[in-house]
Nanobody
Framework: QVQLVESGGGLVQPGGSLRLSCAASGIRFSWYTMGWYRQAPGKQRELVARITSGGNTDYADSVKGRFTIFRDNARNTAYLQMNSLKPEDTGVYYC?????????WGQGTQVTVSS
């Protein structure tokens, strides 16, 4: 069964940190580009960060220098380390696995940045 399961979301104060995890099953994980997207209330889903099968990374301008995406192919898991969190980082974070025209989505995990 093809599945992506996110974890690690929660409530954090501004300036704090969280690490999100995305565990994949049912796919050849190392072949896929893994991405993290987020959707804030009333807004469209947007790309936060992406890492290719070769390890190349890409970030939204709003998170550069604060977020880091990485992957552990041995564990079939992708991660998003989020530091210096801001209230505008609040939203549901979704994991995505991409290969050619195939996109697989996780169920999402809520991140709330608030004092």
């Amino acid at each position: 069964q093809v599945q992506l399961v996110e974890s690690g979301g929660g409530l954090v104060q501004p300036g704090g940190s969280l690490r999100l995890s995305c565990a994949a099953s049912g796919i050849r994980f190392s072949w896929y580009t893994m991405g993290w997207y987020r959707q804030a209330p009333g807004k469209q889903r947007e790309l936060v960060a992406r890492i290719t099968s070769g390890g190349n990374t890409d970030y939204a301008d709003s998170v550069k220098g604060r977020f880091t995406i990485f992957r552990d192919n041995a564990r079939n898991t992708a991660y998003l380390q989020m530091n210096s969190l801001k209230p505008e980082d609040t939203g549901v974070y979704y994991c995505n696995a991409e290969q050619f025209v195939s996109h697989i989505w996780g169920q999402g995990t809520q991140v709330t940045v608030s004092s």
